[in-house]
């Protein structure tokens, strides 16, 4: 079974920095496009960052040059890393595969962020 832990939220000012890890067990983050994914309160869930096997990564235009994607695939283990950090970027934050040949396993329990002054 498929397990995502997710840590790192927390409280940011705008234009701060946060960096999310994200575990992974019961699979292998060599063989899946891996993806953060978040959820703002009434929005819908958003993918904010993958990174395929290879290591090529995708943004949407909403937080490319501000967020990078990185995996360790030793760890099994995802981050983003979050700069320039702006209000709306506020909502939980989940991993989960984003591979158009695998659809999303179950869901953490995600982490937190809030941007606020």
């Known amino acids: 079974q498929v397990q995502f832990v997710e840590s790192g939220g927390g409280l940011a000012q705008p234009g701060g920095s946060l960096t999310l890890s994200c575990a992974m067990s019961?699979?292998?983050?060599?063989?899946?496009?891996m993806g953060w994914y978040r959820q703002a309160p009434g929005e819908q869930r958003e993918l904010v960052a993958s990174?395929?096997?290879?290591?090529?990564?995708n943004y949407p235009d909403s937080v490319k040059g501000r967020f990078t994607i990185s995996k360790d695939n030793a760890k099994n283990t995802i981050y983003l890393i979050m700069n320039n950090l702006k209000p709306e970027d506020t909502a939980i934050y989940y991993c989960?595969?984003?591979?158009?040949?695998?659809?999303?396993?179950?869901w953490g329990q995600g982490t937190q962020v809030t941007v606020s002054s």
């Open positions: 019961g699979s292998n983050i060599r063989i899946w496009t």
């Open positions: 989960n595969f984003a591979s158009p040949n695998r659809g999303t396993g179950s």
């Open positions: 990174i395929s096997p290879a290591g090529n990564m």
